[in-house]
């Protein structure tokens, strides 16, 4: 007879049996990770179609109706409308000098002010030693909104600043807010802010593209010369930062004093 251990290797080659595991069940098994797919992908889909309608639904709401009727409701949408607007531009009238025929600069204005800020001459109260800036500005004099004042910037060597230069006291803001669904024209007379801290407080960083600030002769770092002694000729001396921006010299503020505003609906209804 044949010995036990050439039956088992005899066994090697004999096809066995599938073995069938009973914790498996027929079917589709990938439910749950099926489901984690759909929930990751309609869970922002779903929060994008939300935010668009909430979008919708606050533009509706921040539309105008209609136009209103009483002047201190003119007032107030005008207000809106320039909170709201996109762009703004400076005209000129035809008979303005120096600004061609009815010259139009897009412009940057600040919000309107209700009252004119007027400069202070004495040093702060409880630093006097310390220099005004938009920190302390907020607590010494804040602004207070309101359609009385604007204050916006033009190059001295445009035609608008050559004719706000040569005496011309008249300006017209135009406003375009897509949101009002309006525009607005504030008019007024215009007078140039040359003193240090209005410059200062109404300056823009956004502006600094249109003044860039070049280094003068007087700012750049001079070299010693050969009369001075050999101490103070090996001494390296360190380079003068450039002065501020709103020092510019081509920069012109403006403030327009608002004596009139008119409002537009920017499509008539059928």
Request: aromatic share 8%; net charge neutral.
């Amino acid at each position: 007879g044949a010995s036990l251990a050439e039956l088992s290797e005899r066994a090697g080659f004999v096809p066995r049996p599938d073995v069938y595991d009973e914790r498996l069940k027929p079917g589709f098994r990938g439910g749950k990770a099926l489901l984690l797919f759909f929930l990751c992908n309609a869970v922002p889909f779903g929060a994008v179609l939300y935010y668009l309608r909430e979008q919708r639904a606050s533009r509706s709401q921040l539309s105008m109706g209609a136009l209103p009727t009483g002047a201190d409701d003119v007032a107030a949408e005008v207000l809106r409308v320039i909170r709201t607007a996109a762009v703004c531009f400076l005209v000129q009238e035809e008979s303005t000098a120096g600004a061609g025929n009815g010259g139009v600069l897009r412009v940057d204005p600040h919000a309107p002010e209700a009252t004119a800020f007027v400069p202070s001459t004495e040093p702060l109260p409880l630093m006097p030693q310390m220099e005004r800036n938009d920190l302390t500005d907020i607590f010494e004099s804040p602004p207070v909104a309101g359609l009385g004042f604007v204050h916006f910037a033009v190059s001295r060597s445009s035609p608008f600043g050559a004719a706000l230069l040569a005496g011309h006291r008249r300006a017209n803001l135009l406003y375009m807010s897509n949101t009002r669904g309006a525009y607005c024209n504030v008019a007024g007379q215009v007078s140039i802010l040359s003193d240090p801290d209005s410059r200062r407080r109404y300056w823009k960083s956004i502006w600094s593209a249109s003044f860039p600030v070049m280094l003068s002769e007087t700012a750049r770092p001079t070299t010693t010369s050969a009369s001075q002694t050999s101490a103070s000729a090996s001494a390296s001396q360190a380079p003068v930062e450039p002065p501020p921006a709103w020092q510019h010299a081509d920069y012109l503020l403006v403030r327009l004093a608002v004596s009139e505003a008119t409002l537009r609906a920017a499509s008539e209804g059928p």
